[in-house]
């Protein structure tokens, strides 16, 4: 196949931030996506479906009008039940986002004690409203490698017992650990994978020199779980679809002593993706990955206009930063020449 089209995909897991920086990454991801499920970790966070409204308008404004913010609220202990089941009501915010305190960036403000949230995630099951996870733990004596399956035993499988009618989103999985525990749960839990996971694992963070624009969270892991998110990815199990999870962070915060987590991957995704399924034997399974199965889990409708893709035998050019007003911003580096471009969006 040496060409491709696919309804319009759509991205379950977006960083926008805001300000200078917004107005300098969004077009990146307007430009082939027509919706995006926006992340609420500002600082500070989006915590009321005020705040999520008039954020909501400040992204419309510089991404245009062919672009639909599906906006989040950061769920803290302080949430307010009532609160979110308005903002879901009156079209303002789809989901709810869970941080366990202190698991990534600008996550201070998240959960330590999950039986304070209890209340909002019975109010959210009732309300159909779906749960993003930030799957990991934060425990110190917890390796941060393993910090994802962690999760999965010590929160996500109890939260989900306890309130069994929640819907819930594992985010940007890591490990074969997950992708098991998905397949083996009902329909009711779907996860996100991002294209940085599909290509890299813990080898090109850290062999040859510590590349600080492969740092994200979760950390890639080890070459076999990779090669589980793409068998994942791949298998048109309805359950797994695109979240790019593209968080742009200027260079200056990523080529730091303490670099920031982070890969921007909005850019040059959709070349990525095409790459990775054809490498897999799979294009015809993208369109379920990157167009339809989201939409599904979110229950809303595919999109109707197409995006279309041809392999060219020229790499396909594009920018190796961004620059915002911010500051420069690298784009992901897949570290293969890519060679199917987007030729009709
Ligand atoms: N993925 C990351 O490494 N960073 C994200 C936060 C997140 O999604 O965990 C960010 O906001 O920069
Ligand atoms: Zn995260
Ligand atoms: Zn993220």
Redesign the pocket.
Known sequence: MTQITLPRPDDWHL?LRDGAMLEGIAPESARHFARAII?P?LVPPIVTGAQAAAYRERIITVAGDSFTPLMTLYLTEDTDPADVVAAHRDGIITAVKLYPAGA???SASGVTNFDKVRPVLDAMAEAGIPLCC?GEVTDHDIDIFDREAVFIDRVLDPIRRATPGLRVVME?ITTADAVAYVQSQPENLGATITTHHLVINRNHILVGGIKPHYY??PVAKRESHRLALVQAATSGDARFFLGT?S?P?TDDAKENACG???CFTATNTLSILAHVFDAAGALDKLEGFASRNGPAFYRLPVNADTIKLEKTDAPVPYPAKIDTGAGPVTVFDPGFPLHWAVTQA
């Open positions: 960083h992340m970790n990534t960036t600008n930030h940007h994200c969270l999870d968080a962070h920031c987590a982070g």
